[in-house]
């Protein structure tokens, strides 16, 4: 049996800022770009979301559900100092953490729990580690795998603790929402919603032929997820089994010309990972978050491994050049290789020297 945590960090943008000028404290803060520049909101501190303020909504909006909101420009580079600080304090728990951005990573606490400690104890103690250090406050979930994990993290926001027993799995899981689940996006919600299907007890509860047409080939997954088990590994950095390289624009950028240039440079960035890790891959993939802070990834498997220039720059701007349309604005953009070619053992050992590298960390051009 394995325990697991899932750890999120509340309101984690707001929040840095708050600690870092006690002014904010206890005020809505709306970390974002301001609303005459078309600015959207990167997260809100949970006193302006009692207004109905919510990431991802224009600033415009939220200045006006909230006029009393205190507009804050981001600080990619001080989010990503804290997330270090954050992840050095997981690292300290146990080796096997899955950070999943910046504020957010599984933890493999099995060891732990065998060691001796309670769940619950090392969730608290987790918590407490994290006010104390950092000034900021963790939501926790705990349980036998990632997924029961994640929604036990979500359900008690802020500075939550959710502690689901092994066995207690199907049973917590029963009266939540079906969107709740992973894999289970608003279409599918809505499809299962007009099948009168509501609930995750509701769901686990259906017939096998039911899941079988209802989901296809995901079916077995998703029935697993609805009962809470998922057998889904923590994956550490030592078992990554990518390389990306990422920027966040102070201002959106729409022109074709300046896109091309930055897909380039980061292509080479990550051909050069490669090779300083002699790996070689064979999925180019890109990712991209538009104005609005959607984020989407494109990919494409090439007929051969490598870890050249070229042909990443190549792939990674025919993937981007297809998403351009008029008007449309990018503030994200990442390339990543994956699918890696076995690598030598020597070069496995080489991995390791490198355990703080994760996937897709955001580095900030122009802040
Ligand atoms: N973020 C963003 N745009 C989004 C969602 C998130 O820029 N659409 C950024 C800002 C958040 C950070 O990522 O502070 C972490 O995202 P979370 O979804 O964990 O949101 P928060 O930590 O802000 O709030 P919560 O307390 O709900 O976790
Ligand atoms: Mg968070």
């Given at each position: 049996?394995?325990?697991?945590?899932?750890?999120?960090?509340?309101?984690?943008?707001?929040?840095?800022?708050?600690?870092?000028?006690?002014?904010?404290?206890?005020?809505?803060?709306?970390?974002?770009?301001?609303?005459?520049?078309?600015?959207?909101?990167?997260?809100?501190?949970?006193?302006?979301?009692?207004?109905?303020?919510?990431?991802?909504?224009?600033?415009?909006?939220?200045?006006?559900?909230?006029?009393?909101?205190?507009?804050?420009?981001?600080?990619?580079?001080?989010?990503?100092?804290?997330?270090?600080?954050?992840?050095?304090?997981?690292?300290?728990?146990?080796?096997?953490?899955?950070?999943?951005?910046?504020?957010?990573?599984?933890?493999?606490?099995?060891?732990?729990?065998?060691?001796?400690?309670?769940?619950?104890?090392?969730?608290?103690?987790?918590?407490?580690?994290?006010?104390?250090?950092?000034?900021?406050?963790?939501?926790?979930?705990?349980?036998?795998?990632?997924?029961?994990?994640?929604?036990?993290?979500?359900?008690?926001?802020?500075?939550?603790?959710?502690?689901?027993?092994?066995?207690?799995?199907?049973?917590?899981?029963?009266?939540?929402?079906?969107?709740?689940?992973?894999?289970?996006?608003?279409?599918?919600?809505?499809?299962?919603?007009?099948?009168?299907?509501?609930?995750?007890?509701?769901?686990?509860?259906?017939?096998?032929?039911?899941?079988?047409?209802?989901?296809?080939?995901?079916?077995?997954?998703?029935?697993?997820?609805?009962?809470?088990?998922?057998?889904?590994?923590?994956?550490?950095?030592?078992?990554?089994?990518?390389?990306?390289?990422?920027?966040?624009?102070?201002?959106?950028?729409?022109?074709?010309?300046?896109?091309?240039?930055?897909?380039?440079?980061?292509?080479?960035?990550?051909a050069?990972?490669l090779e300083?890790?002699?790996?070689k891959?064979?999925?180019?993939?890109?990712?991209?978050?538009?104005?609005?802070?959607?984020?989407?990834?494109?990919?494409?498997?090439?007929?051969?491994?490598t870890n050249a220039e070229e042909p990443i720059k190549?792939?990674?701007?025919?993937?981007?050049?297809?998403?351009?349309?008029?008007?449309?604005?990018?503030?994200?953009?990442?390339?990543?290789?994956?699918?890696?070619?076995?690598?030598?053992?020597?070069?496995?050992?080489?991995?390791?020297?490198?355990?703080?590298?994760?996937?897709?960390?955001?580095?900030?051009?122009?802040?």
């Amino acid at each position: 049996m394995r325990h697991i945590i899932h750890a999120d960090l509340d309101a984690f943008y707001a929040a840095v800022e708050q600690l870092d000028n006690p002014e904010l404290a206890g005020k809505a803060v709306l970390v974002g770009g301001r609303p005459e520049n078309r600015g959207v909101v990167a997260t809100a501190s949970y006193e302006a979301r009692k207004f109905g303020v919510h990431s991802a909504m224009p600033m415009r909006t939220a200045v006006h559900r909230c006029p009393q909101g205190i507009i804050v420009p981001p600080r990619f580079s001080r989010y990503r100092e804290m997330s270090q600080k954050v992840m050095g304090i997981f690292r300290e728990l146990t080796d096997l953490i899955e950070p999943l951005s910046l504020d957010e990573a599984y933890l493999d606490v099995t060891s732990v729990v065998e060691g001796g400690q309670k769940p619950l104890a090392i969730a608290l103690d987790l918590k407490g580690r994290i006010a104390n250090e950092t000034g900021l406050t963790l939501s926790v979930g705990v349980g036998t795998c990632k997924s029961v994990a994640k929604i036990g993290s979500d359900l008690d926001k802020p500075d939550g603790l959710v502690v689901v027993q092994p066995g207690d799995e199907a049973e917590f899981l029963a009266p939540l929402a079906v969107n709740k689940l992973w894999g289970i996006g608003p279409k599918t919600a809505e499809r299962l919603h007009r099948e009168g299907v509501e609930t995750i007890g509701h769901l686990a509860g259906q017939p096998l032929e039911w899941f079988a047409r209802t989901f296809g080939q995901r079916a077995a997954s998703i029935r697993d997820k609805a009962m809470g088990r998922d057998d889904e590994p923590v994956h550490t950095e030592r078992t990554a089994k990518s390389l990306s390289s990422e920027t966040t624009f102070a201002n959106d950028i729409g022109d074709e010309a300046e896109l091309r240039s930055v897909v380039e440079r980061k292509a080479v960035d990550v051909a050069h990972q490669l090779e300083r890790k002699g790996l070689k891959g064979r999925t180019v993939s890109v990712k991209l978050r538009l104005s609005d802070f959607t984020t989407f990834t494109r990919q494409s498997t090439l007929p051969y491994h490598t870890n050249a220039e070229e042909p990443i720059k190549e792939t990674a701007w025919a993937l981007l050049s297809a998403e351009l349309e008029p008007g449309r604005t990018f503030r994200l953009l990442g390339v990543g290789v994956s699918n890696f070619d076995e690598p030598e053992e020597a070069e496995e050992q080489q991995l390791s020297l490198f355990p703080d590298d994760y996937a897709f960390l955001t580095d900030v051009e122009g802040v």
